[in-house]
């Protein structure tokens, strides 16, 4: 109710209350019940997630009770026959009735496959809704959406009829006996059973709902032991628009302050992320300033001469070496700026590719400024084939960058990332800052289509080792040994070929793994992120 002087556009809310004992129904409002009869199991797992979002109230019922070994294989074996025998009536007659039969022996016979070599356990099964309205014209109105509904998840549900206040609380019980039950497995009934009613809380980004309990879920790549993510999938499967509504999301939650973006096929664009974010084409002989073009940062030496010396030489032992020419260069010259710096020991350490001395300062004024979030860069690796040039010491300015600023969350996401793992001085810079991303609260992001890229060299497995959540789109190249580095040991196989996603769904799938847990996750977006991310 608005209080006197309130705007009438204000936000109403809504209370749900419940009773025990024989006050648990109130039969006042006018009832609909619906009697489940049928449903997808694969979708079946989002209708308690959709219940909770209506704005009336609806009721549900649920009683399992399980079927011995011997009665399931004999009612197997009765259905399967049964099938038969009327196929055998329509076989020839090409009506769709043939087919339906034709699919439901399928699906007989694969659940007895379960039953007999899995070890799967049948159940019957009561599904109830109850809808509730406070005039026929809302109650109708009500029981049309939730048809609508259930019926685009999957569920086919039988109303009743005759329906009144007297018999409505013994027919809704639990203690009454099944009138019509559904025979369901173990593993289906998993798929639509919630694990609880109410919304979990939870600090993170939401990337989508979680297929065994219809839940949100919710990523803060910053709570880790690895702040480090890979998401890797086949084209088309779904990855990049995730990636792309995980970013935006991220940025507009204040998960993240800054993020950094490697875009060497120009999939982004600072359109995505609105006015806080800009394009930088990074090309041969450019370097970053980290540093206003300041002095160096004495806080530096360190951090670089650790991730250079184990990125070029294999481990520490040139680390003081290193060190030493840092405090060399900065005695030489006491204002040359950390670029300068940065650039001077690359050139001496890293790889001899014929680079000239000259070289080009992008101005931090361009993308150091507090209210610049996104950094996008158009690195063509492709065309200029500068991987084992460009990337390394880009890579190494934002690290540098991180450094100076621990304070401060970021990400920092390579696209297209085999690219740069196919490269060795790229790829052990990769992995060296894996190691210790996590204490400048720096968050390396990798996406890439196979697998089989974060294994080409040793230095890539060692960027897999110290990351925490990987994404797994379709993909069909996911090789069996891989289980192991993945934390896949005691899981039965994830189907990651048969996940949905691309052009031809309204939504993508797939699955996350951390630390030694798995989960199945349906990708959501609204209908805004869908126009913006094409």
């Known amino acids: 109710m608005l209080k006197k002087g309130e705007d009438d556009s204000a936000s109403v809310l809504s209370e749900h209350r419940f009773w025990t004992g024989v006050n648990y129904f109130k039969l006042g409002n006018f009832q609909a019940l619906y009697h489940t009869v049928d449903m997808v199991y694969s979708l079946g797992h989002s209708y308690a997630s959709l219940l909770e979002s209506f704005d009336f109230p609806v009721l549900t019922r649920l009683k399992l009770e399980p079927i011995d070994k011997t009665k399931t294989e004999r009612m197997l074996a009765g259905l399967l026959s ?23 022996s399928s699906e007989i016979e694969f659940l007895s496959d379960r039953v007999r070599n ?80 109410t919304a979990k809380p939870a600090n993170g980004v939401l990337v989508g709902i979680d297929s065994v309990n219809g839940k949100p879920f919710l990523i803060d790549s910053f709570q880790n032991e690895s702040f480090n993510t890979v998401i890797l999938g086949e084209t088309g499967s779904g990855k990049s628009f995730f990636s792309k509504v995980f970013l935006r999301r991220s940025i507009a939650s204040g998960n993240t302050e800054k993020i950094f ?12 992320f609105g006015p806080d974010s800009v394009e930088i084409n990074f090309k041969k002989g450019d370097i970053l300033d980290i540093s206003g073009q300041g002095p160096f940062n004495q806080d530096l030496v360190s951090p670089l001469a650790t991730i250079l010396s184990g990125t070029i030489f294999g481990d520490d032992h040139m680390k003081s070496e290193i060190e030493r020419d840092i405090g060399y260069f900065v005695h030489e010259k006491p204002e040359e700026s950390s670029s300068n710096i940065i650039h001077r020991i690359w050139m001496k350490y890293g790889p001899n590719n014929g680079r000239s001395q000259k070289f080009n300062v992008i101005s931090s004024e361009s993308w150091m400024r507090e209210h610049v979030k996104v950094v996008i ?152 992120e869908r126009k913006l991310i094409k």
């Open 82 to 104: 049964s099938r038969h025998a009327e196929m055998k009536f329509h076989y020839g007659k090409r009506s769709q009735i043939y087919e339906e039969l034709k699919r439901e």
């Open 118 to 197: 899995q070890g799967n356990k049948l159940f019957y099964m009561d599904l109830r809704f109850r809808i509730m309205g406070r005039d026929p014209l809302e109650l109708k109105e009500n029981a049309s959406r939730f048809e609508s509904a259930m019926n685009y998840l999957g569920f086919s549900n039988r109303r009743s009829s005759n329906i009144n206040g007297r018999n409505l609380k013994k027919i809704f019980s639990l203690k009454r006996g099944m009138d019509d039950p559904y025979i369901i497995d173990a593993r289906s009934v998993s798929s639509i059973l919630p694990v609880y009613s």
């Open 261 to 272: 973006i490697i875009d060497p096929l120009n999939e982004y664009s600072a359109s995505l």
């Open 377 to 528: 860069f158009k690195v063509n690796i492709l065309e200029e084939e500068t991987s084992e040039s460009l990337l390394p010491e880009l890579i190494l300015s934002l690290f540098a960058y991180s450094v100076q600023t621990p304070g401060l969350k970021k990400m920092l996401v390579i696209e297209e990332a085999h690219l740069a793992l196919s490269s060795r001085y790229t790829s052990g810079i990769l992995s060296n800052l894996s190691r210790h991303s996590r204490h400048y609260m720096l968050s390396i992001i990798s996406i890439t289509q196979s697998i089989d890229d974060l294994f080409s060299y040793r230095e890539n497995r060692s960027l897999l080792a110290n990351t925490s959540s990987i994404f797994v789109f379709r993909t069909r190249s996911m090789r069996m040994e891989y289980a192991k580095m993945l934390n896949l040991e005691g899981f039965d196989e994830p189907e990651f070929h048969s996940l949905l996603g691309g052009r031809t769904v309204d939504y993508s799938e797939c699955y996350f793994i951390r630390r030694r847990e798995l989960f199945k996750i349906r990708i959501i977006s609204t209908e805004n």
